[in-house]
C-alpha cells in the first residue's frame, strides 16, 4: 500500500484521485452484507414509528397549544425540550452502549421514548408535556444511535440509506394518522400519539424477542491477537485525528438539511411573492426527492465508492443552492429538487463508512458524536440564518445556503486530503 501510494504520488495524480484515499482506511473487517435479517426489519420500522410524531405535530400543534392554553410561539420551547433530551440521547449513547450493550441500550431507549409518548396522551398540565417532549426525545437518541451502530457494522453501507429513508417515510405518515385521527374519526390529538404508542410498545416486544441478535462484531484485538482492545471512552474517540473534522462536516450538515427546508419556504414567500400553498407544495417536493434519493443510495450505494457518492453528491447540492439563490421562481423549483438529490445521500453514507474508518471499538462514539452534532446544527444553523435574513433581507437566505453548501465540500476535501496523508504514513 505504500508502495502504490508513493507512486501515485510521484506521477502527480489529479486532485480527484487523492480525495477517493478516505477510504482506505479500514482498521476493521467490511460490514458483512448480509441479507434482511429481523433485527434490521425492526430497525426500519423502529425509525419510521419514531418519526411518526414529529410528523403528527406539524398537523396537530394548533389543538395542542389551545388545550394547554399556550401562544402559538409556545412551539419553540416544546422543540426546544425535544431538541435537548435528543442531545444528550445521542452524545450518551455510544458509551452506554460499549458499557452495558447493545440490546440493553436499544430496550431502555425505546421504554423511555414509550413513556414520553403515554405523557403526550396522559398529560395535563403544560410542564408535563414538556418533560415527555424530552423523554420521547432522550430516548429516541439512545435508540437513533443504538441502529445506526447494528447496521453500520453488520450491514453495507447502503442499508444505512434505507434506514434514514424509513424516517422519511414516517414524517409522511405521521399527519396522515393525525389527519385520520382528528378529521375522519372526530377524535382527539392525543390518539394519534396513542396509536404510534401502541406500535412502539409492539416494536418493543419484538425488540426484546429476538435479544440474542442485536449483537456487534468483535472487539478489535491488540498485538498479541488474543487479548480484546478495552473500549475507548468518549474523550479517546475525540482525541482521534480526523474525529473533529467529521463532526464540523456533520454539524453543517444538518444545518443545510434542516436548514433548506425551513429557510426556502421564507425565501419563496417573502422575497420571491410565491403564495404560501405553493411555496409549502414546493417544500414537500424537497422532502420528497430528499427521501427518494436515500431509498435509491441504499439500492446502488454498495456499487458505488464511498468518495464518489459524496462528491457527485455535493456537487449536485452546490448546483441546487446555486439556482436556488437566483433571483425569481424560474429556477427555485429545480434547485429544490436537486439540492434534495444532492444531499440525500451524504449523511448516510459518511455514518455507514465511520466504523470503517475509526474501528469497531470507537464505532459507536462516533457515529454518536456525529449524529448529535448534526442534531445541533439542524437547530443552530437555520437559526443563524433566520437571523442574517432579518437583518440583511429575505433573499440572503439563498446565498447563506450557497455558503453552506460551499463549506460543506471544502470541509470534506480537507477531511479527504488528512485522511489520505495518514495513509500514506501507514497510519490507522
Known sequence: MRLRMALYTRRGVAYAHRLKQVAENLPMSEPTGRRINPPLIVAFAVF??????????????????????????SLGVLLSMYTLGRLIGTFGAGRMIVRFGLFRVLAAGTLISAGGLAGYVLSDTWPLMLMSAFMLALGWGSVDISMNVYIAANHRPGMIAFLHASYGVGLTIGPVIAALVISTLGGSWRLSYFAVLIGLLALLAWIVAIRAQWVLPHAELSADGRTPVKAPGPWATLALPLMGGWIVFAFVYGGIEVGTGQLATTL???????????????????????????????????????????????????????????????????????????????????VGSLPRWFGVNHAPNAIGFTIGVASAGTA????????????????????FLVVLVFALGALYSINALRQQSRNMRGVT
Not at 436515500?294 to 457527485?312: A, T
Open 48 to 73: 419510521i414509528v419514531m418519526a411518526a410524531p414529529v410528523g403528527i405535530l406539524n398537523v396537530v400543534w394548533e389543538p395542542i397549544a389551545g388545550d394547554y392554553l399556550q401562544p402559538f410561539e
Open 268 to 350: 419563496l414567500t417573502e422575497a420571491r411573492g410565491l403564495d404560501a400553498a405553493t411555496a409549502s407544495a414546493w417544500i414537500s417536493v424537497y422532502w420528497g426527492i430528499f427521501t427518494v434519493g436515500r431509498i435509491i443510495i441504499g439500492i446502488v450505494g454498495s456499487r458505488i465508492r464511498v468518495h464518489v457518492v459524496l462528491i457527485v453528491s455535493m456537487a449536485v447540492a452546490m448546483i441546487g443552492t446555486l439556482l436556488l439563490m437566483l433571483p425569481g421562481v424560474t429556477w427555485a423549483l429545480p434547485g429544490l429538487l436537486l439540492t434534495g438529490a444532492g444531499l440525500a445521500a451524504i449523511f448516510p453514507t459518511v
Open 380 to 399: 443552530v444553523l437555520p437559526g443563524i440564518g433566520a437571523f442574517i435574513a432579518v437583518r440583511l433581507g429575505f433573499e440572503s437566505i439563498g446565498a
